[in-house]
């Protein structure tokens, strides 16, 4: 090989070497400009290292429902319970709560007694909330957790407290924004001369579906004069709007020793006037499943509850009509009175 030979091959080598090293120095070029610049940390501040955007976490829908359910529904669905006294609020309220019921029920042809009933939830001290006496009227007759507005105007003579008890109450502590709570109750029930110990045992469970929410509550129970038996309670709620609240309601008490199902059906809508008054609407079905299933009672009624004086002295009177099934489903209009003083921890 001559020398003007090796010349062109070295000039042609040449050439692709700076062809090459040109074609890669502009794509380590183009793909660093492509490449977002990542700062340090800043040592002011002291954040740790943000992870890149496209991790994603996975907790980050739950956070979402679960302020979703603190905001929304239970700060308003509490006040609600809290200012009608319901059922709901004393089981899981934390606080220590009293409340005396003087209630009258009108109707054609019936009988207008005045009925006093009651009921107490006291912390006991040293216990951090977990302990509390309870003391109540009737406790066996109050098993299946149907709202107090329909407990005294069944179309039949309406009595007075038949037994009273006193009962001890352990309470799983809880922070309020959880969505469950549990409870067991150990007492005794005197009813004249006698006394008979009972026991019961209560959870409930709250969980947001997109605008509703859906709790579920489980209770079980034995008393010498019902026997063993268990309660069901399934609400699902939706805040129509910031002063209106609707709540679907189903019901079923289970008692062993009537091998019966006790059924209520409730559809309730709630509606905040003022600081002072509040409205419920509500249509009811009831029925049992022994000795087959078949409905009892359709009940409609409205209910205005004016708070007279304070926090803690109230006022109800709830327009009614019954359609029974003893009466072949005729209406049977009735209208009920309730004088209530609710004393709780912050009066």
């Not at 183009?30 to 940390?41: I, L, M, R, Y």
């Not at 955007?53 to 905001?71: K, N, Q």
């Not at 005294?152 to 799983?172: M, N």
């Not at 709540?247 to 003022?274: E, I």
Request: charged residues 25%; contains cysteine.
């Amino acid at each position: 090989m001559n020398v003007d030979e090796r010349k062109s091959i070295s000039i042609v080598q040449a050439t692709y070497g700076l062809l090459l090293s040109c074609t890669l120095f502009f794509s380590f070029s183009s793909f660093a400009a492509e490449q977002p610049v990542q700062s340090p940390p800043s040592e002011s501040t002291n954040q740790p290292f943000a992870p890149p955007a496209l991790l994603v976490d996975p907790f980050s829908y739950v956070d979402e429902e679960r302020d979703y359910l603190s905001s929304k529904f239970v700060s308003f669905t509490r006040s609600l319970d809290s200012f009608f006294a319901d059922d709901r609020n004393y089981q899981e309220s934390n606080n220590s709560l009293v409340q005396l019921d003087l209630v009258r029920v009108a109707r054609y042809g019936g009988d207008r007694n005045f009925v006093l009933s009651g009921r107490a939830k006291l912390d006991l001290p040293s216990t951090e909330k977990r302990f509390h006496l309870l003391l109540e009227t009737n406790p066996d007759k109050n098993v299946t957790g149907e709202p107090k507005q329909a407990q005294t105007t069944p179309l039949k003579k309406v009595l007075g407290p038949e037994s009273y008890a006193a009962a001890v109450r352990y309470e799983k502590a809880k922070e309020q924004e959880k969505p469950w709570h549990l409870s067991s109750d150990l007492g005794v029930k005197f009813q004249g001369i006698h006394t008979n110990p009972f026991a019961r045992a209560r959870g409930s469970y709250a969980i947001p579906i997109n605008e509703w929410r859906l709790k579920a509550a489980e209770t079980v129970f034995w008393f010498n004069t019902i026997g063993a038996g268990e309660t069901t309670q399934i609400d699902v709620e939706r805040i129509l709007s910031e002063p209106m609240l609707f709540r679907a309601t189903s019901n079923a008490t289970w008692l062993n020793d009537k091998q019966n199902f006790d059924l209520r059906q409730d559809f309730s809508v709630y509606q905040n006037l003022n600081e002072r008054s509040a409205l419920l609407y509500q249509a009811s079905a009831t029925g049992v499943s022994n000795p087959q299933w078949q409905l009892n009672e359709y009940v409609a009624l409205m209910q205005y509850r004016y708070r007279l004086h304070k926090q803690w002295v109230f006022l109800e009177v709830s327009p009614q009509v019954h359609f029974p099934k003893a009466d072949n489903f005729k209406a049977n209009p009735a209208i009920s009175f309730r004088l209530e003083m609710l004393l709780d921890r912050s009066d």
